[in-house]
C-alpha cells in the first residue's frame, strides 16, 4: 500500500490566520481525499483533490475556506483559512488503493489547535 | 447520510467475542471496516464488495448484506491490542469516496 508523508504533524495557531498541511505520497496515486476528524468523533470528507482541476467539496465546506491544491499525481496541500476556534480539529490526507489493492491508507494526520 | 454504526462501545474481556453493526441509507458498492487507536490515523481492516468478494485481514471476518444496506464486523478471541475504534466506510460506487460511520470504541481488558 502506499506510504504518506503528512505534515505539519501539529501546530497552534492564532484566530485569523491560515494553515497550510501537506501530503507526499510515495507513488502516484489518482485520489486523494481531505477529511476533518473533531476529537471523539468520526472522519468527515471535505473534498476530493483532483490532479488537473479543480477539487471537489462535500456539502458545507467551500474552496474560500479549504483551498486544495493537487499539483501532481503524489502531491496535495490543503490550507485551512481565516481560522477560528471551530476549526480545532484533527486534519487526515487519504488515497485510494491501487489497481488490486484493498482499503484507502491515511496520512498520520495535523492536530490543529486554533487559539 | 453519515452511516450507523452499533453499538456505540463495548467492553471485553480478553478471549471474548463481539460484533460491530453498521447501517446505511443508500445502497452501496462496497463496505471498508477500519480500526483507529487514539492518536494514531485509521489503520484498513477489510473490503466487503457487492457481489461477495472479501479481502483483508485474517483473524477478523465480516458480512454485508447488499439489500439491507448492513454490514458487520465479527471479532472473535479478542486480544488485548483489539482495542481501539472501528469505523465502517461506505462507497455508493460515486466518485469512490468514502463516508465513515459513527463509530465503535472496543476496549479489552484482561
Known amino acids: 500500500s502506499a506510504v504518506i508523508s503528512q505534515k505539519p504533524s501539529r501546530d497552534i495557531c492564532q484566530r485569523g490566520t491560515s494553515l497550510t498541511i501537506q501530503c507526499q505520497v510515495d507513488?502516484?496515486?489518482?485520489?486523494m481525499f481531505w477529511y476533518r476528524q473533531q476529537p471523539g468523533q468520526s472522519l468527515t470528507l471535505i473534498a476530493t483533490?483532483?490532479?488537473?482541476?479543480?477539487?471537489?467539496?462535500e456539502s458545507g465546506f467551500v474552496i474560500d475556506k479549504f483551498p486544495i491544491s493537487r499539483p501532481n499525481l503524489t502531491f496535495s496541500t490543503l490550507t485551512v483559512s481565516n481560522m477560528s476556534p471551530e476549526d480545532s480539529s484533527i486534519y487526515l490526507c487519504s488515497v485510494s488503493p491501487h489497481a488490486g489493492g484493498y482499503g484507502y491508507t491515511f496520512g498520520s494526520g495535523t492536530r490543529l489547535t486554533v487559539v | 447520510q453519515q452511516p450507523v454504526q452499533s453499538p456505540q462501545a463495548v467492553i471485553l474481556r480478553e478471549g471474548e467475542d463481539a460484533v460491530i453493526n453498521c447501517s446505511s441509507s443508500k445502497a452501496l458498492y462496497s463496505v471498508h471496516w477500519y480500526r483507529q487507536k487514539h492518536g494514531e490515523a485509521p489503520v484498513f481492516l477489510m473490503i466487503l464488495l457487492k457481489g461477495g468478494e472479501q479481502k483483508g485481514h485474517e483473524k477478523i471476518s465480516a458480512s454485508f448484506n447488499e439489500k439491507k444496506q448492513q454490514s458487520s464486523l465479527y471479532l472473535t478471541a479478542s486480544q488485548l491490542s483489539y482495542s481501539g475504534t472501528y469505523f465502517c466506510?461506505?462507497?455508493?460506487?460515486?466518485?469512490?469516496?468514502?463516508?465513515f460511520g459513527t463509530g465503535t470504541r472496543l476496549q479489552v481488558t484482561l
Open positions: 483533490a483532483n490532479q488537473g482541476s479543480e477539487a471537489t467539496y
Open positions: 466506510g461506505t462507497d455508493t460506487g460515486t466518485a469512490s469516496k468514502l463516508t
Open positions: 507513488s502516484q496515486v489518482t485520489m
